[in-house]
């Protein structure tokens, strides 16, 4: 059974930094788009960074110049890096794995990050 699993999240004050990591089994992830996602409390799900099979990434317009998403095909892992992190950046994150070709999707189960003074 294909799992991802995200690690890295935690409580930070603001300006501080964590970095997010979305581990892979039984999945290669080298031909998949990877993303990272976030929910926050009474709000949408929103897309936060995407890193497709090329490396051509994309950021929600918020967190750019802050995030930075990679993949380490070889060890099938995708990171996050958040910088100068906000008040406004806490929410649960989770990592998606998409085949753009069939469509199918994997879900990690999230990790939460919170930010405050």
């Known amino acids: 059974q294909v799992q991802l699993v995200e690690s890295g999240g935690g409580s930070v004050q603001p300006g501080e930094s964590l970095r997010l990591s979305c581990a892979a089994s039984?999945?290669?992830?080298?031909?998949?788009?990877m993303s990272w996602w976030r929910q926050a409390p009474e709000k949408e799900r929103e897309l936060v960074a995407t890193?497709?099979?090329?490396?051509?990434?994309d950021y929600l317009v918020s967190v750019k110049g802050r995030f930075t998403i990679s993949r380490d095909n070889a060890n099938n892992i995708v990171y996050l890096q958040m910088n100068s992190l906000r008040p406004e950046d806490t929410a649960t994150y989770s990592c998606?794995?998409?085949?753009?070709?069939?469509?199918?999707?994997?879900w990690g189960q999230g990790t939460q990050v919170t930010v405050s003074s």
């Open positions: 890193i497709d099979y090329d490396g051509t990434t």
């Open positions: 039984r999945l290669t992830i080298e031909p998949y788009v």
């Open positions: 998606k794995a998409s085949d753009r070709f069939s469509g199918l999707e994997y």
